[in-house]
C-alpha cells in the first residue's frame, strides 16, 4: 500500500509536470505524505536510499499479525519524534493529503504552501 500510494506523487508529477518541484516540495512538508516517501523507499529498497523526509524510525520492536491461512507476519512499530505512530494512521492520513495535494493542484493553489 506505501509503495502503491507513493505512485500517486509519479502520477501528479506527469500530469502537472511544470509543477514537479512544487510537488515534491509539498511532500517533503508534509507530515503523512513525507512519512509514507521515506518507509515506501525502505520496503522497496530494503533501506532507505535518499535522505529522510520524514522524523519517523522503524523500532525494533513488532508485533505478530496473524493473516490468512494462519500464517504469522511481522508488523514493525514506528516512532516520531520519539512518540508510537500506527500505520493505519499513516496510510489514513497519507491518503487524505494525498487528496489534498491533488486538489491544490486542480485549484491552482499549490504555491499557496
Given at each position: 500500500m506505501l509503495v502503491y500510494l507513493l505512485n500517486e506523487?509519479?502520477?501528479l508529477k506527469k500530469q502537472y509536470p511544470e509543477k514537479s518541484q512544487q510537488i515534491e516540495d509539498a511532500i517533503s512538508a508534509s507530515r503523512y505524505m513525507s512519512i509514507v516517501g521515506d518507509l515506501a523507499n525502505t520496503v522497496k529498497h530494503k533501506e532507505l536510499t535518499?535522505?529522510?523526509?520524514s522524523t519517523v524510525d522503524q523500532t525494533d520492536c513488532y508485533g505478530i499479525v496473524t493473516v490468512s491461512g494462519g500464517a504469522g507476519r511481522r508488523m514493525y512499530y514506528f516512532l516520531e519524534?520519539?512518540?508510537p505512530i500506527?500505520?493505519?494512521d499513516i496510510l489514513s492520513n497519507g491518503i487524505t493529503e494525498?487528496?489534498?495535494l491533488?486538489?491544490?493542484?486542480?485549484?491552482?493553489?499549490l504555491h499557496d504552501n
Open positions: 506523487k509519479d502520477w535518499r535522505p529522510p523526509r519524534n520519539g512518540k500506527e500505520m493505519m494525498f487528496e489534498q491533488r486538489l491544490r493542484l486542480l485549484s491552482d493553489s
